[in-house]
C-alpha cells in the first residue's frame, strides 16, 4: 500500500491505525468532511466503503441464495414426486404385461381347443363335390339320399340318415354334372 513519507513527530499509519480504533477514525472523518485527504483519511475512508460493499454483497448474496435454495428445494421435491410416480408407473406396467402375457396364452390356449371342438364335430361329415346347381336346398335330403343308396345299396334307410345337408356358397362349376348324376 502507499506509505507516504512520515514527518518528523508523527507516526505511520500503519502505527496510527495499530493505535486508533475504527470507529474513532469514522467518527473523526465525519466530523470534518472538508479535511484534507491524507492517507489516515484514505485509509478510513477505504475501510468504511470495504465494509459497506461487504455488507451490501452479503445481504444481496443472502436474498439470491435463498432464492435458489427455494429453487432446489421446489426442484428436489417434484423430482421426488416424479420418481414416486415413475416407479409407481413402472410397477403398474411391469403387471399389465405380465396380465397381458398370461391373456395371451390363455387365447392362444382357448383358439386351439375350439379349433379342436370344431375338427371334432366335423369329423362324421362328408363333402360332396359336383352336385349340379339345379338341385335346389329342398330336394337335397332326396338326392344325397340316392346318391348314398347307389354307392352303398346294402344301407338301411335308418343308416342313411342326415342331420343336415347344405351347399357350400361357392361359385358354379364349369362341367356340367357328375358322371354318376347324368342319366
Keep these: 500500500m502507499f506509505h507516504p513519507q512520515q514527518e518528523q513527530g508523527q507516526p505511520s499509519c500503519r502505527q496510527n491505525t495499530e493505535e486508533t480504533d475504527t470507529d474513532s477514525d469514522e467518527s473523526e472523518y465525519n466530523k470534518a468532511p472538508d479535511a484534507p485527504l491524507t492517507p489516515h483519511n484514505m485509509q478510513t475512508m477505504l475501510r468504511k466503503a470495504t465494509t459497506d460493499i461487504k455488507s451490501h454483497l452479503a445481504s444481496e448474496l443472502d436474498k439470491r441464495l435463498s432464492g435458489i435454495k427455494e429453487d432446489i ?5 417434484r423430482t421426488n414426486h416424479m420418481e414416486a410416480r415413475i416407479k409407481e408407473l413402472t410397477t403398474s406396467s411391469q403387471a399389465h404385461s405380465q396380465d397381458s ?6 387365447i ?6 375350439l379349433e ?10 362328408i363333402q360332396i363335390r359336383g352336385l349340379p346347381e339345379a338341385v335346389t336346398m329342398e330336394g337335397l ?16 334307410a335308418q343308416d342313411l340318415l342326415l342331420y343336415r345337408a347344405h351347399r357350400a356358397l361357392r361359385p ?9 348324376l347324368r342319366n
Excluded: C, W
Excluded at 101 to 106: D, I, M, N, P, S
Excluded at 116 to 125: A, E, F, G, I, P
Design 172 to 180: 358354379q362349376g364349369h362341367n356340367g354334372p357328375p358322371a354318376f
Design 101 to 106: 402375457t398370461y391373456l395371451h396364452a390363455k
Design 116 to 125: 379342436d371342438l370344431n375338427n371334432r364335430s366335423q369329423r362324421n361329415n
Design 73 to 77: 428445494e421446489s426442484l428436489t421435491s
Design 108 to 113: 392362444e390356449a382357448m383358439e386351439e381347443s
Design 141 to 156: 335330403h332326396n338326392v344325397l339320399k340316392g346318391l348314398f343308396k347307389s354307392i352303398l345299396p346294402e344301407a338301411s
